[in-house]
């Protein structure tokens, strides 16, 4: 009998109580209020901003209030950038991203040392195909100013995959340089997966599952999964995406045991990237999660 | 050091001192390339090397060079050597040698061929085929050019009221002879505009360099400008991100109401594929809506002040004195001084940032600008006409449309009209081929070999395009006639996209621009 996990959550505003209050409060009158709050997120970390960033520019809800506080207040800055950030995200096409690169120039022009406007100008140069030599140059000013930043370091290496039968040098070099120096607990540990997935993904189109379950690679899954977990990961936020992929890619691996313990910290949390992308092994992957979390229950 | 001024001959002559022993000096006739038409383009150049003829020998301190609007002939050396030069060209220009016209046209071409500075499409897009437009184009009129024309030329253009003359040293003015004949003074080129809606862009995939031109209002607010662009271009594209070996924006005057900054930046091999462009254009706006502190402007302005400083206490003074006065910049006083740069602010400064932007063309080596909001340089154009067609031999897709008014090429891509009232230059071969190129840019080539045109097709086009903007050439030989495609579109097709790009820009910009 398969066991079925619970109902997966993927929304961060209803895993996180504090990004839920960010929101309602941005989209139920207090725009200022979450504005403000949406910079202080920032103290803890420009990687952790963006998240909170994201939870309000995929709000619908999001779109009156942001156009009336601009009409008031046109030179507002944070406004200005998340209006770019929702603009992209509500149009999710190149022109919505072409749209948002005009006010960004502006906005990186007033304040370059803006890691967060370096960070939506990193989305943006991938939506609108703006060149890899550009991406690059915009995640590299990004890095400066956080070196930190695990979900530009994902983001970057989306940009570096290849074509089907291109070369994968300069991604696993990104995941090299990321991982160098990583300590135990870091999300850039969740590049391992992510790379193998990515990877498994172009050139396993059938879906068929020899790529990740060679030795190689579930060596490569086995170590990075046990320096993520040997400490608290230091971004909650991001902990969820690393998870997934963790989850997802070691269960495709046939490393049932280490899924079940990714499964097991996500509870009914999940990020959408690896769970679609293995979309062709849902139920498989609904077994190992279902299992992973009765026995979370059970503990 | 100070320039003195006096006049010889009717002649103003603007004098400095040089302490090194040598003399220098030079003249300055208010006639270049930019007033030349694309049918006639060299004359300028052909009518300054007969004036040479037997003055100087291939000395590399003696010479001549022609610019957009202006000649300049100088010489440096001995007191006499210098009067020899100048005193030489002005006789040569009473009675040109034109039975050496062949000689020094061939001489000419010789000179194009050696040239390894490649010509650029941004003036010819700025400003058409015509006027500044022709910095775009090799000198296509040479052949077409015969004496009459090169002493009307010079009877009209080399005139006393059109030169202006320096010297550095000791070198006696007096002893200057330059029997020029009188004349009226010309009126500067005409600033012809063919470009759409700027900001705008095109890309030219045969290059690895990116180059922004934009216009802006003379004067130190663009001085200082254009020297804290060329420092945010070292900071961002040297030093930064190392995009490029090499960077720089320069300003040139082009009259009293419009200079010309210009960046250049070329890429290196490993950062092709945009970064290049996506580092001008924040350098760009950086200086639009950038911090820019006041301190920093006086700074640069000081700096800016010090150079001028240093270069009106050169012997080169006088000749910048000369230039000015030639172009009309300055009639008394030199256009701006030092004293100017003071009181400069960050709000002159973010002017110039905006008018530059307003009025800025970019060539791109990849990739676009659309993200930036600049526009694309129309592909097709605005013309169409309509007539009798004629379709491409072999398997070309193209067909040649000959109309009462002009004539168009038109593929299921592209359109290229060529309008007879506009026609900047035709070629015409003695084997029929002829080459139109329309003052907008755009050029149709009427090739027998390539389309399915009749003799009587050939004579109509003669018969609408105006005689002094035909040029007649010889017929090629057979080997080098224009075949039709021989590959077929399915071939076309398995090329890999950077081939098909190359080979498209290509076409569109090196065939325009150099008619090869």
């Given amino acids: 009998m398969s066991l079925a996990g619970p109902v997966p959550v993927f929304d961060p505003g209803e895993i996180f109580p504090d990004l839920e209050e960010l929101r309602t409060r941005a989209t139920e009158g207090d725009l200022p209020g979450a504005l403000e709050r949406l910079v202080a997120i920032g103290r803890g970390g420009a990687s952790d901003q963006v998240t909170a960033w994201e939870v309000l520019a995929e709000s619908d809800a999001l779109d009156g209030p942001l156009t009336a506080h601009l009409a008031a207040h046109p030179d507002d800055r944070t406004a200005r950038l998340l209006a770019c950030l929702r603009r992209v995200r509500a149009g999710s096409d190149r022109a919505a991203a072409l749209a948002a690169e005009q006010d960004l120039v502006r906005l990186v022009a007033e304040d370059r040392t803006d890691a967060t406007a370096w960070f939506v100008r990193l989305v943006t140069a991938g939506a609108a195909g703006l060149g890899p030599s550009e991406t690059r140059r915009r995640y590299e000013r990004l890095r400066e100013l956080a070196p930190e930043h695990s979900v530009a370091q994902r983001l970057m290496l989306r940009a570096l995959v290849p074509a089907p039968g291109g070369a994968w040098d300069e991604v696993l070099a990104h995941v090299r340089l990321a991982t160098a120096d990583a300590p135990d607990g870091s999300p850039d540990w969740g590049l391992v997966p992510l790379l193998h997935l990515m990877r498994w993904h172009v050139e396993s189109p059938a879906g068929e599952t020899d790529y990740l379950r060679q030795p190689e690679v579930r060596s490569k899954l086995e170590e990075a999964s046990e320096r993520f977990t040997a400490a608290p990961c230091t971004s909650p936020y991001a902990a969820v995406e690393v998870h997934t992929d963790f989850a997802v890619a070691t269960a495709l691996a046939g490393q049932r045991g280490r899924s079940m313990k990714h499964f097991r910290a996500l509870g009914p949390a999940l990020a959408p990237g690896a769970w679609e992308l293995a979309a062709a092994h849902r139920a498989d992957l609904e077994t190992v999660r279902g299992a992973a979390v009765a026995e979370g229950r059970r503990r | ?516």
Avoid at chain 2, 37 to 60: E, F, I, K, N, Y
Avoid at chain 2, 87 to 104: D, M, S
Avoid at chain 2, 242 to 254: C, D, H, K, P, Y
Avoid at chain 2, 423 to 440: C, F, H, K, N, P
């Fill in chain 2, 1 to 516: 050091m100070s320039v003195t001024e006096t006049t010889v001959d009717g002649i103003p002559v603007f004098l400095a001192d040089r302490d090194d022993g040598l003399c220098s000096g030079g003249l300055i006739f208010r006639v270049g390339w930019a007033d030349e038409t694309l049918a006639v383009r060299g004359l300028t150049h052909l009518v300054s090397h007969l004036a040479l003829h037997q003055v100087v020998v291939g000395d590399p301190h003696q010479n001549v060079e022609i610019h957009d609007r202006y000649t300049h002939v100088y010489a440096q050396g001995s007191a006499q050597q210098v009067l020899n030069v100048l005193n030489g060209v002005c006789a040569n220009l009473q009675q040109l040698p034109t039975h050496r016209i062949a000689l020094e046209s061939d001489a000419l071409r010789a000179e194009e061929a050696r040239r390894t500075e490649e010509r650029r499409a941004s003036p010819l897009l700025r400003y058409g085929a015509q006027g500044y437009g022709l910095a775009s184009f090799p000198e296509l009129g040479l052949p077409g050019i015969d004496a009459d024309l090169v002493q009307l030329w010079a009877d009209a253009a080399f005139t006393r009221e059109n030169t202006v003359a320096w010297l550095a040293g000791e070198v006696a003015p007096g002893s200057l002879k330059m029997p020029l004949p009188e004349g009226e003074r010309s009126t500067l080129p005409v600033v012809t505009s063919a470009l759409g809606r700027p900001p705008m862009w095109f890309r030219d995939s045969t290059t690895d360099t990116l180059v922004v031109s934009g216009v802006v209002t003379p004067g130190p607010a663009a001085v200082v400008y254009t020297m804290l662009l060329g420092r945010a271009l070292d900071r961002d594209l040297l030093d930064g991100d190392r995009i490029s070996l090499s960077a720089s924006a320069t300003l040139e005057v082009r009259d009293a109401e419009a200079a010309v900054v210009t960046i250049t930046a070329d890429c290196l091999l490993q950062r092709r594929g945009g970064a290049l462009a996506g580092a001008v254009v924040d350098a760009m706006a950086r200086l639009r809506w950038g911090p820019l502190g006041a301190a920093e402007v006086t700074y640069a302005a000081r700096a800016a002040a010090e150079t001028h400083r240093a270069a009106d206490a050169t012997p080169d003074a006088a000749r910048r004195r000369a230039l000015d006065r030639v172009l009309g910049l300055a009639p008394e006083q030199p256009a701006w001084g030092p004293d100017d740069f003071v009181g400069l602010t960050p709000e002159h400064v973010r002017a110039v940032a905006e008018e530059l932007h307003a009025t800025a063309l970019a060539q791109l080596p990849d990739l676009g600008l659309d993200w930036a909001g600049w526009n694309q340089i129309p592909m097709h154009s605005p013309r169409t006409v309509t007539g009798t067609e004629y379709p491409g031999r072999g398997y070309s897709d193209a067909v040649l449309v000959l109309g009462e008014d002009g004539v168009m090429v038109r593929t299921p891509r592209s359109r290229s009209t060529v309008a007879f009232d506009q026609v900047a230059i035709m070629q015409a071969y003695e084997d029929g081929g002829r080459w139109l190129v329309s003052t907008d840019g755009f050029q149709v080539q009427v090739e027998p070999t390539m389309y399915e045109v009749d003799d009587a097709a050939i004579a109509a086009i003669d018969a609408a395009v105006d005689l002094a903007r035909v040029v007649r050439l010889s017929a090629r030989r057979p080997e080098d006639l224009p075949r039709p495609r021989d590959t077929t579109p399915e071939q076309d097709a398995a090329a890999s996209p950077e081939q098909r790009r190359a080979a498209r820009d290509r076409r569109s910009w090196l065939r325009r621009v150099t008619g090869r």
